[in-house]
């Protein structure tokens, strides 16, 4: 059973030309200490990877929170 490779040579050769044109730069977690490739013109200082503060779930507990009080009307109503 043969791998695929996980960078293909022309993405690998776009991301060193890239680099050589400085539009690309490592920028190095604060919280884990990892590098990452980021766009050359973000800011890097207090720079932490998405591993180490994931988004949250947008909207996902105000979703609950309707759902409870909706559930709630609807038993009030029909009692």
Do not use: I
């Not at 979703?63 to 909706?70: C, G, H, P, Y």
């Amino acid at each position: 059973s043969a791998m695929e490779p996980v960078l293909s040579l022309t993405r690998a050769w776009t991301l060193v030309r890239f680099f050589d044109a400085d539009l690309l730069q490592l920028s190095t977690c604060t919280c884990c200490g990892g590098r990452f490739v980021g766009h050359a013109h973000d800011p890097v200082q207090g720079y932490v990877c998405g591993l180490c503060n994931m988004p949250s779930r947008a909207g996902s507990s105000r979703k609950k929170a309707t759902r409870k009080a909706v559930s709630r009307t609807r038993v009030a109503v029909s009692a």
